[in-house]
């Protein structure tokens, strides 16, 4: 009786792949994060370092405090809800800047910017003057909690704008009118098509502005009168904090922005990927 021996095969090793930098690469990430260091990371240890000098107990009372805690809650509802509108409208404005022909396109593209070039104070003015006591459209919008939204949305809106329109303007067309012959409805082809390729660019734009929204200052400022628990924000709690010589206070309440902006912005991340993944 004859026994056959078959030849093993050892299973073939998975490579692991490296990742050498060049020399070239590693100067220029070094430069990268030693100066990404010393303009965010570093000062943010410092800002987080002093509101964590007191303590729990301290920090847990200058974020709860009353008049304090109006001002948070003024100014993360209103950036939630200017961020709303923002990806809604932003969308719409970008959508008819590259799908559509009209006269006047291009000082429409210019205006989109304007705020992004003009000094906030500036913005404040110009809105004061428009939504004031003498308002030419008889709204009164000054020293009231409105005018908080008033003024992030004007600072805010080219943000989704922007990151929304480079992205619309390199999707293929073709891809929309073969869904349309295969008899997709317009609505079809928006959620199934479209709009996961825009989530990425709509969810970054988003970030941006409710970040903007959540540091504004200086359009404030002659707008909203800063009235405690009416139109008063956080930025300037932590201007009043800072004029007090309380900066453990101040660095507090910058700490719990930032750990707002945060989750804001990681929870937009995890919703664009898994839009992004299933389209």
Known sequence: MSVQIEEVRPA????????????????????????????????LAAVVTTAAAGG????????????????????????FGVTAVNVVIGTVIAWVLVRDRFPGKGMLELVIDIPFALPTIVAGLVLASLYGNDSPLGL???????????????VTLPFVVRTVQPVLEELDQEIEEAAASLGASRFTTFRRIILPALTPAIAAGAALSFARAM????SLVLLSGNLPFTSEVTSVRILSAIENDNRATAAAIATLLL?????????????????????
């Open 12 to 43: 073939p090793t998975r490579r692991t792949p490296t990742h050498d930098l060049t020399r070239t690469s590693g100067i220029g990430l070094g430069v990268t994060m030693t100066w990404f260091s010393l303009l965010v990371l570093i000062p």
């Open 56 to 79: 729990w107990g301290g920090f847990w009372r200058a974020v709860s405090n009353d008049q304090t805690a109006a001002a948070i809650r003024l100014t993360v509802t209103a950036a």
């Open 140 to 154: 009164n919008l000054v020293n009231s909690g409105w005018s908080v939204y008033l003024a992030f949305l004007f």
């Open 259 to 279: 750990l707002i902006s945060l989750l804001v912005i990681v929870v937009l991340d995890v919703i664009q990927r898994r839009v992004a993944s299933r389209g």
């Open 215 to 218: 540091g504004e200052y200086g």
